[in-house]
T-cell receptor, first 113, second 110 residues
């Protein structure tokens, strides 16, 4: 059983399009995240979502919007895609509180052409 | 401002040649220091969590240690399958999200 699964694994799209990446976790965790890994392999938090509370990172353009239909799912919707959005996006989950490590999905490689 | 710095950026070792990776951190109250391994095309895989200075954790050929300013990942007698990027991340007090360093790309040559 895959703990954190993301779809799709690869996404190639044109500038200006709108796309979504889906994430599901079956670990029973109450906190989910989206991270972005750039071309230099640097991983940076975009959003964290704890139960019904969304914590927005100020450096993320408002073209990016996370949507959580329930505790096990956190999808990422991106409007008006730009070339600079090309990166690998990772979903992760953890149980809030000291001591619990985050589990990551396999990543979605987004290429904007 | 929170900062996590890893060194070296890349490290090539002969099989069996032990070494250490460094992670220096500056956060507003450390909640936890995490080590992850990332293989090409995959998501980070959890290795260790350290909470307080003086703490050590081991797993096979890896041993992680923590001081008030930095953490070390010691690799004893590495094998080619240990080749990967090793990521260090800090979680500050009151937060849950990981603040990552830029990683150390380890290559172990047979």
């Amino acid at each position: 059983d895959t703990a954190v699964s993301q779809t799709p694994k690869y996404l190639v799209t044109q500038m200006g399009n709108d796309k979504s990446i889906k994430c599901e976790q079956n670990l029973g965790h109450d906190t989910m995240y989206w991270y972005k890994q750039d071309s230099k392999k640097f991983l940076k938090i975009m959003f964290s979502y704890n139960n019904k509370e969304l914590i927005i990172n100020e450096t993320v353009p408002n073209r990016f919007s996370p949507k959580s239909p329930d505790k096990a799912h956190l999808n990422l919707h991106i409007n008006s895609l730009e070339l600079g959005d090309s990166a690998v996006y990772f979903c992760a989950s953890s149980q809030a509180g000291r001591g619990t490590e985050a589990f990551f999905g396999q990543g979605t490689r987004l290429t904007v052409v | 401002e929170d900062q996590v710095t890893q060194s070296p950026e890349a490290l090539r070792l002969q099989e069996g040649e032990s070494s250490s990776l460094n992670c220096s951190y500056t956060v507003s109250g450390l909640r936890g220091l995490f080590w992850y391994r990332q293989d090409p095309g995959k998501g980070p895989e959890f290795l260790f969590t350290l909470y307080s200075a003086g703490e050590e954790k081991e797993k096979e050929r890896l041993k992680a240690t923590l001081t008030k300013k930095e953490s070390f990942l010691h690799i004893t007698a590495p094998k080619p399958e240990d080749s990967a990027t090793y990521l260090c991340a800090a979680v500050e007090s009151g937060a849950n999200n990981l603040f990552f360093g830029t990683g150390t790309r380890l290559t172990v040559i047979p």
